[in-house]
């Protein structure tokens, strides 16, 4: 049998470095979401553990949206991955469905942790303010100057939820799947971080510690008093219902928001066109969060803290990044053959290399 020539060798060649590439992106991608799997389903157990065992009551009702959304959302996850084979559209539908369940356990698991009514740290954290120069009642008189603007940052820190989808969409339909893992992981981690931290440190946040009233604002902030019957209500045990659909936020230190807000810039940096909308939307919330989440600004500045912590922590564990992410969390390397044509490219750029050396 004749020797296949020059150029057909190096087709071979990139033939070969493109299946071993697949393969090796498809076990990253199934560890990741393995890992993520895993650690929704720990949650999950935690939180019935808690009804069984505890005295806690899981409103079942508010778990069905998820429920149904969820499993729609993998049945067609499972038909793009084993059947049309479509990677960007099964990550965008694997991973929406994680970030439902996740957002359905997640809430619950944080009414738990503020159950055993540990001394509140509030004073502390305001007296952190203060040592630091911030003055969250100069920041909300400037926001009383300017009614007719609150409503952009109030906008901002409702974007919460929304963004939260779209940076998964964004990332799938951009064929950072790799980097989509990172960010939904980077995600759990920092919000398990901060219920963890509020448990032992807890705080009812500005609103309640100051005694403000209505007549104390020109404006209408996002979250005000809303938390606090049902915060105060875990701590003495008058509240005892687990609630998935309609769970207020009520973690203070470090502010849930300012971390994802953080997570939601390293996630879209790399999307061209989306990369300084995502910035500007972002910062905006984070400033808002003082004032519209009523927190203080030491909040604010452990979350960004945890945000990059959480970050790093993921990409490294999904094997995403290199020895110098903490100087460059942003940077992602997504395997090549999540873009189709890339795959031919890095087969063909290794294959010349090859040829070059003989």
């Keep these: 049998m004749a020797e296949p020539s020059g150029a057909g060798r ?12 697949m393969k090796s992106m498809q076990s990253q991608l199934q560890r990741a979401d393995t890992t993520i799997w895993a650690t929704i389903g720990l949650i999950a157990m935690i939180v019935a553990a808690s009804s069984v065992v505890g005295s806690f009551r899981i409103n079942w009702a508010t778990f069905q949206a998820a429920t ?11 038909f793009y991955t084993h059947v049309r084979k479509d990677l960007r559209a099964a990550a965008a539908l694997i991973c929406t469905a994680q970030l439902a369940v996740f957002a359905a356990v997640g809430a619950p698991l ?50 919460f939820a929304p963004q939260s989808i779209v940076v998964v969409l964004a990332l799938a339909a951009t064929g950072r799947i790799l980097r989509l893992r990172v960010y939904l992981f980077s995600f759990i981690l920092a919000a398990l971080v901060t219920i963890a931290i509020s448990a032992v440190m807890p705080a009812q946040g500005v609103w309640g510690h100051m005694g403000l009233m209505t007549e104390n604002y020109a404006i209408t902030p996002v979250t005000r008093e809303l938390h ?35 997570l939601f810039i390293l996630a879209m940096w790399p999307v061209k066109y989306l990369r300084w909308v995502a910035v500007l939307l972002n910062v905006t919330m984070i400033v808002a969060t ?4 009523g927190h203080y600004f030491s909040d604010v500045i452990a979350g960004a803290t945890v945000a990059a912590l959480c970050w790093t922590a993921a990409a490294r564990a999904f094997g995403a990044a290199s020895e110098s992410t903490p100087n460059h969390l942003a ?24 040829l070059e050396s003989v």
């Design 10 to 21: 190096l087709e071979q060649d990139g033939e070969r470095i493109g299946v071993r590439v």
């Design 68 to 78: 149904i959304a969820s499993s729609l959302l993998c049945t067609a996850g499972w």
């Design 110 to 159: 944080s009414y738990i942790a503020a159950s055993p009514a540990l001394p509140l740290w509030d004073q502390t954290y305001a007296a952190w303010d203060r040592g630091l120069g911030l003055d969250w009642i100069a920041l909300l008189a400037t926001m009383n100057s300017y009614p007719s603007v609150h409503w952009i940052f109030a906008g901002a820190y409702l974007s």
């Design 228 to 262: 606090l019957a049902i915060f105060h209500g875990l701590r003495d045990g008058t509240f005892r219902d687990l609630v998935a659909q309609g769970a207020e936020g009520i973690i203070t230190f470090p502010s849930l928001h300012t971390a994802i807000g953080v």
């Design 290 to 293: 003082p004032v519209d989440g």
């Design 331 to 354: 940077t992602i390397e997504d395997p090549p053959s999540i873009v189709p044509e890339a795959v031919s490219e890095a087969a063909s750029g290794a294959a010349s290399r090859k």
